[in-house]
């Protein structure tokens, strides 16, 4: 699937993907995760009304934020915002959170975490940037969530 400009592949170990994300003046200030978190049981029952707003994928909305506040927490960071939106026909759960400027010259930086289920399976799209390239990645990856079809998706 195309990536979107500046942005290039690095690595993919243990099922994720990882992307790096320069701006056009070629300094690297982004970088970008995708993971598979969870595949959603095929015999589950189907939550309904209320309770399906608060799940993706079989999973909750509250466990999700969770795994990212747990993440922050060991990161020196906090959660700043979450948020539930449609991209391109996939329902997205986001959360925004932040790390600050450390001591020895390393940047604040901004984190924004995206979740979506895509054919049974719960994807991750974690993105981190120092501030100057924030709303750019933030395009980025809406654009990407937006015309995300994973193989396994587009073959059946």
């Known amino acids: 699937m195309p990536l979107p400009n500046g942005w290039s592949a690095a690595a993919t170990t243990k099922g994720a993907s990882s992307f790096r994300i320069a701006p056009p003046n070629g300094v690297a200030e982004g970088q970008a995760t995708l993971a598979v978190v969870a595949v959603a049981p095929a015999n589950a029952e189907q939550p309904i009304g209320r309770e399906q707003r608060r799940m993706l994928g079989g999973l909750s909305l509250t466990d999700l934020r969770r795994s990212v506040i747990d993440r922050m927490i060991s990161a020196g960071g906090w959660v700043v915002n979450d948020r539930q939106r449609e991209m391109g026909g996939h329902r997205v759960f986001e959360v925004i959170a932040q790390t600050p400027a450390t001591s020895d010259g390393k940047p604040e930086q901004l984190w924004n975490f995206y979740f979506t289920e895509v054919n049974g399976r719960v994807y991750s799209l974690t993105t981190r940037t ?7 990645l933030a395009g980025d990856a809406e654009k ?13």
């Open 144 to 156: 990407f969530l937006s015309d995300f079809r994973p193989t396994e998706a587009r073959n059946k």
């Open 130 to 136: 120092t501030g100057g390239l924030t709303e750019k």
